[in-house]
């Protein structure tokens, strides 16, 4: 098993950044694909990022291209979510996952989850 531990959530005005951190544990990190996902009120969730093993690639949801940036360190065991220029649309609790990079804007492409955090953005 592997554990994932969201943080950085919280509430920021509309054209603030947030920076969003997932501490993973119990698994050799290196091996996996490390994505975000999200889920607004009332909708599904959704892909967000996505970030390859070492970090050569990296794959973005639409919505998100030009302001969020997906890293990862694999000395620390940890990936974070930079999100600028926010809009209220991207209020919504927000998930870290390990798995694959096949089919990886896809939920059946991760094994792991975590509890998520919550990101609201004011107007």
């Known amino acids: 098993q592997m554990q994932l531990a969201e943080s950085g959530g919280g509430l920021v005005q509309a054209g603030g950044s947030l920076r969003l951190s997932c501490a993973a544990s119990?698994?050799?990190?290196?091996?996996?694909?490390m994505g975000w996902f999200r889920r607004a009120p009332g909708k599904e969730r959704e892909f967000v990022a996505a970030?390859?093993?070492?970090?050569?690639?990296?794959d973005y949801a639409d919505s998100v291209k030009g302001r969020f940036a997906i890293s990862r360190d694999n000395r620390k065991n940890t990936v974070a979510l930079q999100m600028n220029t926010l809009k209220p649309e991207d209020t919504a609790v927000y998930y870290c996952?390990?798995?694959?990079?096949?089919?990886?804007?896809?939920?059946?492409?991760?094994?792991?989850w975590g509890q998520g955090t919550q990101v609201t953005v004011s107007t």
């Open positions: 119990g698994r050799t990190f290196s091996n996996y694909v």
């Open positions: 970030i390859s093993t070492f970090g050569t690639n990296t």
């Open positions: 996952t390990a798995g694959r990079w096949i089919a990886r804007t896809r939920e059946a492409a991760y094994d792991y």
